[in-house]
Antibody, heavy 120, light 107 residues
Framework: EVQLLESGGGLVQPGGSLRLSCEAS????????MSWVRQAPGKGLEWVSG????????YYADSVKGRFTTSRDNSKKTFTVQMDSLRADDTAFYYC?????????????WGQGILVTVSS | DIQVTQSPSSLSASVGDRVTITCRAS??????LAWYQQKPGKAPKLLIY???SLQSGVPSRFSGSGSGTDFSLTISSLQPEDYATYYC?????????FGQGTKVEIK
């Protein structure tokens, strides 16, 4: 059974940093690209960042470019995002998502989501 | 970056109704489009990928169509468990943008 478990969320002050992790199990982690998708409370979905299966390529939304850094450790089956210079509009549920085998950039499995609140 | 515009933003329908949601991309994305269902407090669930391919385990009352810039998701006979918010997503290129969502409510 595929499982994705996010950790590391919480309350942080504007300008602060937070590191989210996603622990994967139940599939060949090193074969799939991974992404972070966020959702502000009561709002729609926003793709945030992604990393290729090997970890050599990373991708970012303009809204987080230069502030977020995504990486993965295939030996530990973990996927992380380091979030720096956080702003109030980064407040959201953050989901770890696995790319589908049949279609790139579509997400067939998602974590349960973890809340990041940026507030003073 | 490719933008996707989804309509309507909400709709009311009765059990058994046929429901159609549309999605338009700002440029041709061939068939690189996915549809998701999200219920309150839950993660999104993939319904359709590659515009018209049904994800494993998804009921056949869900179908997708379209190519290029115009796409649609149809629920042939709305069931009580289908009341949710639906999102389209272009999967042609990163950033892989989502539509604004369509909330399907009980009439």
């Amino acid at each position: 059974e595929v499982q994705l478990l996010e950790s590391g969320g919480g309350l942080v002050q504007p300008g602060g940093s937070l590191r989210l992790s996603c622990e994967a199990s139940g599939f060949l982690f090193s074969s799939f690209d991974m992404s972070w998708v966020r959702q502000a409370p009561g709002k729609g979905l926003e793709w945030v960042s992604g990393v290729s299966a090997t970890g050599r390529s990373t991708y970012y939304a303009d809204s987080v470019k230069g502030r977020f850094t995504t990486s993965r450790d295939n030996s530990k089956k973990t996927f992380t995002v380091q979030m720096d210079s956080l702003r109030a509009d980064d407040t959201a549920f953050y989901y770890c998502a696995k790319e589908g085998r049949a279609a790139p950039n579509s997400f067939d499995y998602w974590g349960q989501g973890i809340l990041v609140t940026v507030s003073s | 970056d490719i933008q996707v515009t989804q309509s309507p933003s909400s709709l009311s329908a009765s059990v058994g109704d046929r429901v159609t949601i549309t999605c338009r991309a700002s440029q041709s994305i061939r068939n690189y489009l996915a549809w998701y269902q999200q219920k309150p407090g839950k993660a999104p669930k993939l319904l359709i990928y590659a515009a018209s391919s049904l994800q494993s385990g998804v009921p056949s009352r869900f179908s997708g169509s379209g190519s290029g810039t115009d796409f649609s998701l149809t629920i042939s006979s709305l069931q009580p468990e289908d009341y949710a918010t639906y999102y389209c997503q272009q999967t042609y290129s990163k950033p892989c943008s989502f539509g604004q969502g369509t909330k399907v409510e009980i009439k």
